[in-house]
């Protein structure tokens, strides 16, 4: 439990520093100017940081990133095409389809698991660079059909003008081919990257402040519920049936995680419901200092 308290409060501090800005010295332009700060320069930091020091020597057994990934690409399309079939509209089946899979399994599943879990680092990172690489594959796929309507060049062309896939790519090519980068490079990218998260949820804290239009609450919880207890649920299964290893331990608590900030961000560029998505986050982070822990005990980490 306490690993979780210390990783949540700070990310309540900093959305309360944002309404706080809101309230005093910020204006409607502050949003914008930080959220193209993050998705242009900040988040591909902290993605590509991230995925280049996954350690590959250390997993001996590769067969969970198969079932993982099978099972987020499932959620992925069985979400899409559920919600196109009950004539929800695009922003908010894009909001649905994003949000539901890829939860913070970054900035509050690193430091929770790690703490949890001795030695879990390598396996840890690698829970994150799969569900990095599918939301900038397979998700970005689904965001940009929505826009265009219909599949052809366009699609791929404008996905990869996206500077989240490209440092998804960059970062896959120099593990695939072993490359190294030299160390003053790489601390100057961990130093951006270190910049992502609070700038995204001062962005966050200030866009709560706004007078927000009437929200849909029921999809507030929709998406609480699916990302909070079906995912971990879909996961628990997978647990149970392959023998209740730690690395399968990891990936049922990554996919209890609460909701992440990354679908806020694309929100900005893609059709969806951004307003549902900010009150979503900060729900699910109180809600999950319950879920967690006994999802933790569940699968016999506590």
Same mark, same amino acid.
């Given at each position: 439990?306490?690993?979780?308290?210390?990783?949540?409060?700070?990310?309540?501090?900093? $959305?309360?520093?944002? +309404?706080?800005?809101?309230?005093? $010295?910020?204006?409607?332009?502050?949003?914008?100017?930080?959220?193209?700060?993050?998705?242009?320069?900040?988040?591909?930091?902290?993605?590509?940081?991230?995925?280049?020091? *996954?350690?590959?020597?250390?997993?001996?057994?590769?067969?969970?990133?198969?079932?993982?990934?099978?099972?987020?690409?499932?959620?992925?399309?069985?979400?899409?095409?559920?919600?196109?079939?009950?004539?929800?509209? %695009?922003?908010?089946?894009?909001?649905?389809?994003? =949000?539901?899979?890829?939860?913070? *399994?970054?900035?509050?599943?690193?430091?929770?698991?790690?703490?949890?879990?001795?030695?879990?680092?390598?396996?840890?990172?690698?829970?994150?660079?799969?569900?990095?690489?599918?939301?900038?594959?397979?998700? $970005?796929?689904?965001?940009? +059909?929505?826009?265009?309507?219909?599949?052809?060049?366009?699609?791929?062309?404008?996905?990869?003008?996206?500077?989240?896939?490209?440092?998804?790519?960059?970062?896959?090519?120099?593990?695939?081919?072993?490359?190294?980068?030299?160390?003053?490079?790489?601390?100057? $990218?961990?130093?951006?990257?270190?910049?992502?998260?609070?700038?995204?949820?001062?962005?966050?804290?200030?866009?709560?402040? %706004?007078?927000?239009?009437?929200?849909?609450?029921?999809? *507030?919880?929709?998406?609480?519920?699916?990302?909070?207890?079906?995912?971990?649920?879909?996961?628990?299964?997978?647990?149970?049936?392959?023998?209740?290893?730690? *690395?399968?331990?990891?990936?049922?608590?990554?996919?209890?995680?609460?909701?992440?900030?990354?679908?806020?961000?694309?929100?900005?560029?893609?059709?969806?419901?951004?307003?549902?998505?900010?009150?979503?986050?900060?729900? =699910?982070?109180?809600?999950?200092?319950?879920?967690?822990?006994?999802?933790?005990?569940?699968?016999?980490?506590?």
């Amino acid at each position: 439990m306490q690993p979780i308290i210390q990783t949540l409060i700070p990310l309540m501090l900093l $959305i309360a520093l944002g +309404f706080v800005l809101k309230k005093t $010295i910020a204006n409607e332009t502050w949003t914008d100017v930080l959220n193209k700060l993050a998705i242009y320069l900040l988040f591909p930091a902290l993605i590509f940081s991230g995925m280049i020091k *996954v350690k590959l020597e250390q997993i001996d057994d590769f067969s969970f990133i198969y079932w993982n990934f099978t099972i987020l690409v499932v959620v992925i399309f069985t979400l899409y095409f559920t919600l196109k079939h009950l004539d929800f509209s %695009r922003s908010i089946i894009n909001t649905y389809v994003i =949000s539901v899979f890829f939860g913070n *399994v970054g900035y509050l599943g690193v430091p929770i698991l790690t703490s949890l879990i001795p030695n879990s680092n390598g396996l840890v990172s690698m829970h994150v660079a799969l569900y990095t690489l599918i939301l900038f594959t397979f998700g $970005i796929g689904v965001l940009e +059909f929505s826009v265009h309507k219909k599949l052809s060049s366009k699609i791929a062309i404008d996905a990869l003008k996206n500077p989240l896939l490209l440092a998804v790519l960059l970062a896959v090519i120099l593990l695939a081919t072993d490359t190294k980068l030299p160390f003053i490079l790489l601390k100057t $990218i961990d130093l951006l990257a270190g910049g992502a998260t609070p700038i995204i949820l001062i962005s966050l804290g200030i866009f709560l402040a %706004r007078e927000l239009p009437k929200v849909a609450y029921k999809h *507030v919880f929709g998406l609480i519920g699916l990302k909070l207890f079906v995912m971990p649920s879909i996961f628990l299964v997978y647990f149970y049936l392959s023998g209740q290893s730690e *690395v399968v331990a990891i990936s049922v608590l990554e996919a209890g995680m609460p909701l992440a900030l990354t679908p806020f961000i694309l929100g900005e560029f893609y059709p969806m419901e951004r307003e549902i998505i900010a009150i979503a986050i900060v729900v =699910s982070c109180f809600i999950s200092l319950v879920t967690l822990p006994i999802l933790m005990f569940l699968v016999g980490v506590v």
